[in-house]
Structure formats: C-alpha cells, structure tokens
C-alpha cells in the first residue's frame, strides 16, 4: 500500500539513495576484456584487448571497478565533503549509501558510453567553472577549498571534478533515455489510483495561483554611457597598452561568477549563456577583444583565448548600471499608484500586469506565474519559497498585496505586486479534480520502475568488483549477482 510518505517518495525520480548489494567476482575468465581490471591492491587494465597490448597500473585505495570505471575512497570522501559544504546533515548518510550511489552513478554512465552518449567538454569544464567560484565563495580563497578537500594543487582538483561532472552527466543522460518514450494511459493512472485504499489517500496541501506586477526603476542614458565609457577605457589599455585583461577582470567585474578566476569561461553554441553574448563571442577571432555590448545582465566586453574546434575559452568584463534614486523614487510613485487603481477597481490586475508590469516572462500572460518544479500554475503552500510564503500566505483571493521591495539579479532594487487569484484548500486526493497529480505520482513510478528493472539487468551484464569495507555493506539490489 502507497502511504503519503510513499507518494513523496515516488515524486523524487532519482533512485540514487538506493543502493544495491555488492558483487564480488572470485573467478574471471582471462579471454574477455571486462576481465582485464582485476582490482586487490593493484588494478590492471586491458584498454583494448585486441589493440593495445595489456597494462597495469597502480591504484591504492580502490573502492569498486564498475564496467571500465574504477571508484576510489577518495571519491566516497569527496562525496562526503561536498555534502558538508552544501550545508547537508550527514548524521543519517553511511560512507555504504554513499559508495552505493556512486555505484549507481558509474554503471549508467559506463553505459551511456556503450550507447554513444556524448558529453561535450565545454559543458562540463563550465560546470567545474562554477563549482570552483561557488566553493571560494563559501569558503574564501581557493588555498582554503583545496585544504578543505585534501587536494595537492588546482590542476589536480580540477581534473577530478572534470571526471565527477561528467560522469554525473553521462549518468542522468543515460537516466533520460531509459525513460523517454515510457508514457502512461488513462487506465493505468485509474488503476494507480484504485490500488491506493480511501484512507490512504494522500492529503494535497492547500494551493495558490499567483500573479504579480514587477516595476524596475529606469536606468538612464547618462547611467548607461557612463559604464560603455569605462569599457572602452578598459579596451584601449588592453588593445593599445598590453594590460593584462585577466587581471582588469578580477579588479572591477561584476559578476561574481567568474571575477576571481579573470573573467574566464568555457562555452560552445549550447551553453546556457545569454545569445547576444553568445554571438559575440563565436563571431570573435582568437585574441580579439570585442566593442562593449549589452545582456540582460549589464555591459560586457569579451576577449576570446582559445578556440578549440567548437569549443571556446572566453573572458569578459561585467559592468552594470547604477540605478539612480530619482529613478528608484519614480518607480516607487508608479507602483503606489497602479496598487491604488487596482484596490479602486479602476482597473483589473491583470490588465495593469499586461500594460506596466516590466516582467517580460510574465507580463503577456497578466502576470500569472509558472510553478518552476511542476510547471503548472499551482502552488503547494507550504512549499514555496519561505519569503513569498511570508507575503501571500494571509492574503484572499483576488486580494492585492503591499507594494513589495525587491532586487533584481543585479542585486539593483525593483517594486512588486501580488495577488492570488485562485485559492485551493487541503484535501483528500479526489480523481477529477487532482487529475494531473494523480498522473504525474504515476507516471513517477513507472518511470521508476523502468530504471530499476534495467538497473537490476545491466548488474547482471556489467563487469563489478568491490573490495574492502564495502564488502560488508547491506545493499538493496545484487552487486554481489548472487
């Protein structure tokens, strides 16, 4: 039977807290390739045992070899360290459930590769890029990240992290395609549903639909000509003078990821970076040093390092605009002012969303806001993000909030509005009226159940070993193929 604590369970698609037994291969047949890492103290790999000729290399501290990838104790520590720095308790999380989910993490990613999965370096040597300037932010310098996590030197971390990220990604690549085409039917979500009894129900948390007006304080042309000026400063003593653009970087950029490391990014054509940036970027030469241009995000010059096929390595210099306080004051009388015509019923708020709001996501649609988890217009009271918890949860339908002080993601202040515009109270699960939860907890589970069937297989069929300690571990699946 499916209790509520099941459901949620359910809700989260990885299964990477299940861990499954360990395997111990005794006897190996010396004719097959898997054969060829035999891990003790010493791991010996055959790459290929047809083209290349066999190898040994010295590995101590080998916790597992999954397929071709080998796991360490060093990575289980880095498992662990990496979830103290995220501010995870790790009272209740055994180096086995940790070694576990790397277990699983390794045999998806093995396979992905066996299936032509490809993960392009630029995305991953961004993903360590972020990292990177993430863990000296918390922590302050990088000289204390690298005490922090046992490392030697930079180049070495980075190394790691580069294999962690990309296994990571070859491993939820591989998660995705298992699951892609697997689809649920109307008779299977009733049956779902059936098979939970009434007074197991799961109870859905009251729920809100939001809408808000967002007002930005304008910048002005003497704001914006004042950094372009101080960009082409910074250009002309680069271009002209030969300064280093590294070091201008970490003394006056803005954006805080990537100051400390000079400005520098690896990106190809798909990275997840603003187009005009984009666009400047691929259309530079090699040691060029582009004119200021304008994001979302501010002011940018660029200087391209490398080009590597299609891959680049970037700098840029980051300048935003201040906002001026007669600006932030015109904003603030333009707000008070659409609140009081809406209060008045002079006008309805989706209206006033529609003509003033400067949200562009959510101005053509009156303002109503997308849940970013499930994607739909619901929002789960008691799961929302604890300041805007603190400013709709004692509001009516249809009620306007006060106006709201805000920043944007430039950290400059902005004024917003909300209202609910649909309330839903706490309730018993109800077929037709919760429909599309009931088919997504389905769905989950079936997805579920599709990777947990083909993970129990690919045990069978991939070459494990395990060793030391973690021979003792309890697992819920069959490492062990026993």
Same mark, same amino acid.
């Given at each position: /039977?499916?209790?509520? =604590? &099941? ?23 010396? =004719? ?30 080998? &916790? ?34 940790? &070694? ?14 066996? #299936? ?18 993430? /863990?000296?932010?918390?922590?302050? =310098? ?20 580069? $294999? ?23 008779? $299977?979500? !009733? $049956? ?6 009434? %007074? %197991? ?74 187009? %005009? ?35 680049? #390595? ?37 209206? &006033? ?26 929002? $789960? ?27 944007? !993601? ?73």
């Amino acid at each position: /039977m499916i209790k509520i =604590t &099941a459901l949620c369970a359910i809700l989260t698609f990885s299964i990477s807290t299940q861990v499954y037994s360990q395997e111990i291969i005794e006897d190996i047949d010396t =004719t097959t390739k898997e054969e060829a890492i035999a891990v003790n103290d010493t791991v010996a790999v055959a790459i290929d045992s047809v083209k290349q000729p066999f190898q040994k290399i010295k590995i101590d501290g080998v &916790a597992a070899v999954i397929g071709e990838n080998v796991i360490l104790d060093s990575d289980v520590d880095i498992a662990y360290q990496q979830l103290v720095s995220e501010g995870v308790s790790i009272a209740d999380v055994s180096r086995c459930e940790l &070694a576990g989910s790397l277990f699983e993490t390794k045999l998806y990613a093995h396979h992905a590769i066996q #299936d032509s999965i490809i993960v392009k370096d630029a995305e991953v040597n961004s993903m360590v890029d972020q990292q990177l300037n993430y /863990m000296t932010n918390e922590l302050g =310098t990088i000289d204390k990240v690298l005490k922090f996590y046992k490392k030697d030197n930079l180049s070495d971390f980075k190394k790691e992290l580069f $294999e962690i990220n990309k296994s990571n990604r070859l491993s939820e690549q591989m998660r995705g395609k298992i699951i892609q085409d697997i689809e649920i039917t109307p008779e $299977e979500i !009733r $049956e779902f549903f059936d098979d939970i009894p009434e %007074e %197991e129900r799961p109870l859905f948390g009251t729920e809100i639909e939001l809408a808000q007006i967002v007002i930005e304080p304008e910048i002005t042309e003497e704001e914006e000509q004042k950094v372009i000026d101080r960009l082409n400063q910074f250009r002309e003593d680069i271009v002209e003078n030969g300064s280093s653009f590294a070091t201008k970087a970490v003394l006056y950029s803005q954006d805080p990821g990537s100051k400390s490391t000079g400005g520098k990014y690896t990106l190809d054509r798909q990275t997840n970076f603003a187009k %005009e940036f984009k666009d400047v970027a691929f259309s530079s030469q090699e040691g060029e040093v582009s004119e200021p241009f304008k994001t979302d995000f501010g002011w940018h010059i660029i200087k391209v390092d490398k080009i590597r096929g299609e891959e680049i #390595d970037v700098r840029h210099i980051l300048l935003i605009p201040d906002v001026t306080r007669a600006s932030i004051d015109k904003a603030k009388k333009k707000i008070d002012s659409l609140r009081a015509s809406i209060v008045s019923g002079s006008i309805d708020f989706k209206e &006033a969303a529609r003509k003033f709001s400067d949200e562009k996501e959510t101005r053509e649609d009156g303002g109503q806001l997308l849940n970013p988890t499930t994607g739909d217009t619901h929002f $789960e009271l008691t799961k929302i993000d604890p300041i805007l918890y603190d400013q709709v949860s004692k509001l009516k339908t249809n009620e306007v909030s006060l106006v709201i002080p805000d920043q944007d !993601r430039q950290g400059r202040k902005k004024f917003k509005l909300i209202t609910v515009l649909n309330r839903y109270d706490e309730h018993i699960a109800d077929y037709s009226k919760d429909y599309l939860k009931i088919q997504e907890l389905a769905l989950r589970k079936k997805q579920i159940d599709a990777i947990r069937e083909w993970q129990n297989e690919k045990i069978m069929d991939t070459y494990i070993k395990v060793n030391g300690e973690y021979r003792n571990c309890e697992y819920s699946g069959n490492w062990l193929k026993k």
